[in-house]
């Protein structure tokens, strides 16, 4: 038996747009739970009504498996943040957060796109992640 051995680095980037005062601040490559945040500020400061805005995650590509979450009745206050837990990290979440219980993690891979899309399916906010491993 020939054992190797070897160092293998991760180098993660991440890219942020956001169309609106709401944006994906944080999506935990874990899967663990992805965090709105309302960025309304100056004489612009608003509730954001997110009823019926989708929460989509889609890993490595698959779509066939994306995992997507619907806001049933949702205001985001001005300068708040939420975070959409998954059912595995439910007891993290604050009294104030929100629990997928639809789905165990909201998965996890080298490359995760989430986005937020309005009630008209178009996308107000989008966060990508990418992982490339180098041996």
Do not use: C
Not at 37 to 47: A, M, P, Y
Not at 72 to 95: D, E, M, N, T, Y
């Amino acid at each position: 038996m020939k054992v190797m051995r070897g160092e293998v680095s991760a180098k993660t980037t991440y890219q942020r747009t956001a169309n609106g005062p709401v944006s994906i601040a944080e999506a935990n490559p874990e899967g663990k739970y992805i965090m709105l945040e309302n960025n309304s500020n100056g004489g612009i400061r608003k509730d954001v009504d997110l009823s019926g805005f989708r929460l989509r995650r889609v890993v490595d590509n698959n779509r066939a498996r994306a995992i997507e979450y619907t806001f049933h009745s949702f205001l985001l206050k001005p300068g708040r943040s939420v975070k959409i837990f998954a059912r595995s990290a439910a007891a993290q979440a604050g009294p104030n957060d929100l629990v997928f219980r639809d789905v165990e993690s909201w998965g996890a891979g080298a490359e995760v796109v989430t986005t937020l899309l309005n009630e008209k399916g178009e996308e107000k906010a989008s966060h990508i992640q990418k992982t490339n491993y180098s041996h």
